[in-house]
DNA sequence: GACCAGGCACATC
DNA sequence: GATGTGCATGGT
């Protein structure tokens, strides 16, 4: 039995409150420039965000952090100063690859690159090698500021335990449901997504039975019957 | 020492 | 289209 909208979006705005009550403001993302984001994007795919931004300092103290310099330096090099984040040799392609992209496209410009409308720059992000759906997604709405909504693990996990999901649906049909049910403003996806990482990170792993999540008490949660694995 | 973390591509059926 | 596997580090 699908929800129907108004509940959704009742639900949705009701797990939105709570979650910037217990949390408050994310201030996502964490990086200094654009371009920094576009870079921890790629960095942080299926790894830890501490050992990602680990790689990001290592970048700025040799003076890589910028798109010119990233393209020139050898892939070798790359490699080694981001070998804390992890597969650091396909991210070391996947960085090189996007960067050549970044530099032959829009000159290395985050503002020439704003332009594109969201569609097309979408589909153009996702062309390129090692930019998949959570990667693209990102980098439009936490480097560009367009309003999509980023899905990842933590999101689909926490929306699937409080079945607002199942825990087959697609990245696109999660984003569709926030998408549908929210107001198309990229400030609120931006917090929204942190948010739901917030309390993936400090909660759903430490208390998988939830009895201390602040979602808890919303709507027609059946948390007692939703499938035992979160992983 | 096992398990996990803000994915993605590619092979195979 | 679904399912399995490689990629690899650092923290718990």
């Known amino acids: 039995m699908k929800p129907s909208a108004p509940y959704l979006r009742r639900t ?14 994310q201030h996502w993302w964490p990086g200094e420039t654009p371009f920094e984001v576009m870079v921890g994007a790629i960095l942080t795919q299926n ?18 952090l910028n798109s010119a310099r990233l393209d020139r ?36 410009s985050v503002p020439q690159m704003r332009r594109i409308p ?20 990102s980098i439009l709405l936490y480097s560009l500021g367009k309003p999509i909504f980023v899905v990842d693990a933590y999101t689909r996990r926490i929306l699937a335990r409080h079945s607002l999901i ?14 549908r049910n929210l107001l198309t403003w990229s400030p609120l996806f931006n917090e929204y997504h942190a948010l739901l990482v917030a309390l993936g990170k400090e909660l759903c792993r430490t208390h998988p039975e939830c009895h201390l999540c602040p979602l808890r008490s919303i709507g027609k949660l059946r948390l007692e019957t939703s499938p035992a694995p979160i992983a």
């Open 12 to 25: 949705l705005t009701r797990i939105y409150e709570k979650l910037l009550v217990r949390f408050g403001r």
């Open 47 to 64: 790894t830890a965000w501490r050992n990602a931004s680990i790689a990001i300092e290592r970048l700025k103290k040799a003076d890589l």
């Open 73 to 108: 330096v050898p892939k070798s090099r790359l490699a080694k100063l981001i070998r804390s984040s992890g597969y650091f040799n396909q991210k070391a392609k996947r960085l090189k690859s996007f960067v050549r992209y970044f530099q032959k496209r829009y000159g290395g």
């Open 118 to 137: 969201l569609d097309p720059l979408r589909k153009e992000l996702l062309s390129l090698p090692g930019i998949g759906p959570e990667t693209a997604d």
């Open 166 to 179: 199942s825990w087959e649906a697609s990245y696109e049909e999660i984003q569709a449901l926030f998408q």
